[in-house]
């Protein structure tokens, strides 16, 4: 069983930066993939990042690729997304998750119905 608690979000001007953290419970969390996922109003939870159990391997959405740094700390059991250059359509509510298995394809990292854990969420607002 793995807990997942977001932090760092907030408002922030269009152009400004954000880093969200997802800390995590459990030994085995640096087994797992980790994604990060959004939900802004009145859409669905759609994708945003996500992160191999090493930190070897990343895979962005395209709306965020150069924009978006998905990166991890094994030793502290934390994921990070570091938000660049924001934009007002980046405004939504941040979710991270997390699957027991190292498997790494697009086909599987992508979709949330393969994600066993969430966290609560934490709600990224970007002001033009």
């Known amino acids: 069983q793995v807990q997942l608690v977001e932090s760092g979000g907030g408002l922030v001007q269009a152009g400004g930066s954000l880093r969200l953290s997802c800390a995590a419970s459990?030994?085995?969390?640096?087994?797992?993939?980790v994604g990060w996922f959004r939900q802004a109003p009145g859409k669905e939870r759609a994708f945003v990042a996500a992160?191999?159990?090493?930190?070897?391997?990343?895979y962005y959405g395209d709306s965020v690729k150069g924009r978006f740094t998905i990166s991890r700390d094994n030793a502290q059991n934390t994921v990070y997304l570091q938000m660049n250059s924001l934009k007002p359509e980046d405004t939504a509510v941040y979710y991270c998750?997390?699957?027991?298995?190292?498997?790494?394809?697009?086909?599987?990292?992508?979709?949330?119905?393969?994600?066993?854990?969430w966290g609560q969420g934490t709600q990224v607002t970007v002001s033009s």
């Open positions: 459990g030994r085995t969390f640096s087994s797992y993939t």
């Open positions: 998750a997390a699957r027991p298995a190292r498997t790494w394809t697009i086909a599987i990292v992508t979709p949330q119905n393969n994600y066993a854990y």
């Open positions: 992160i191999s159990w090493s930190g070897e391997n990343t």
